[in-house]
């Protein structure tokens, strides 16, 4: 999706201050889509609110009246099991009208979020980022609600594409993003993990076996990302008839590596689903 990188007018608001918040408010930071004076966050701890204005300058409250009343775009940075409450608890301060709200809350479905608030019409964007925005390289599927129009999930893609790349999808796919990119890191750490585990078994220094592996995917993630050639093509650039890479990738097939990948995000995608009811 095409997005406008410039300054936004007004105020962005963080109900919650977590990773994730702290996440974002760094990315629109850094493309200057807003400055730390239209940047407002809400959380009761007082550690990550002397947190977030200690790192990036912003203004948090213990009190929400203040976001809901100067901001217009909302982020709702929130655990999925608070969602109702806090909804609930800030009803009455938000204008259909004026407010946009962009829920990052795992499993809770642009409807649950607009009937919790209805007859009011609330303007809803639904998000499923990954932890790699807390290095501002996340992959991020976006879902517009009921009353959500283009210029909302323009702002909303913005706000996301400060922090990695963005996708648009039907909501109805978010279960299956979740499963992919959103737990797909944890499949590529324990990947990273047995990788170094390997190279310390033939005989490396631990040291030297983590170097080697996070560079190895490094630089092959770059190769995939610069090259015009499927991964298959480039698999098969370094596979040599009867050499040490075919003999390794027999071992991989044998154990049904790919397929236990597969089965990996299939079963982190009926668990989405599970939990979305």
């Given at each position: 999706m095409?997005?406008?990188?410039?300054?936004?007018?007004g105020f962005i608001g963080f109900i919650g201050g977590g990773q994730m918040a702290a996440a974002l408010i760094k990315g629109v930071l850094a493309a200057g889509?807003?400055?730390?004076e239209q940047i407002m966050a809400l959380d009761p701890s007082k550690q990550r609110r002397e947190l977030l204005t200690k790192c990036h300058g912003i203004r948090c409250f213990t009190d929400g009246r203040a976001l809901w009343e100067q901001c217009s775009l909302l982020i709702l940075a929130?655990?999925?099991?608070?969602?109702?409450?806090?909804?609930?608890?800030?009803?009455?301060?938000?204008?259909e009208q004026k407010h946009l709200l962009i829920s990052m809350a795992a499993g809770i479905s642009l409807a649950f979020i607009e009937n919790t608030l209805a007859p009011k019409r609330v303007k809803v964007v639904r998000v499923m980022p990954n932890t790699p925005a807390l290095v501002l390289a996340a992959a991020s599927a976006l879902s517009p609600?009921?009353?959500?129009?283009?210029?909302e999930l323009r702002l909303a893609a913005d706000i996301f594409a400060a922090v990695g790349r963005t996708v648009v999808l039907p909501e109805s796919a978010l279960d299956a993003v979740t499963g992919l990119s959103g737990s797909g890191p944890a499949y590529v750490f324990t990947f990273l993990e047995a990788l170094i585990d390997g190279g310390i078994k033939v005989g490396l220094s631990?040291?030297?076996?983590?170097?080697?592996?996070?560079?190895?995917?490094l630089g092959a993630m770059r190769l995939v990302e610069e090259s015009d050639q499927s991964p298959a093509e480039l698999?098969?650039?370094v596979t040599s008839?009867?050499?040490?890479?075919?003999?390794?990738?027999?071992?991989?097939?044998?154990?049904?590596f790919r397929s236990l990948v597969m089965d990996a995000v299939e079963a982190a995608t009926r668990r989405s689903a599970e939990l979305g009811r």
């Open positions: 095409m997005t406008t990188r410039q300054k936004k007018p889509l807003y400055q730390a929130i655990k999925p099991q608070i969602m109702e409450l806090v909804l609930t608890q800030h009803q009455e301060h938000i204008d609600g009921a009353y959500a129009g283009d210029q631990r040291e030297v076996a983590g170097m080697l592996a996070r560079q190895t995917i698999r098969a650039m008839p009867g050499g040490t890479t075919i003999s390794g990738l027999h071992t991989l097939e044998r154990g049904a």
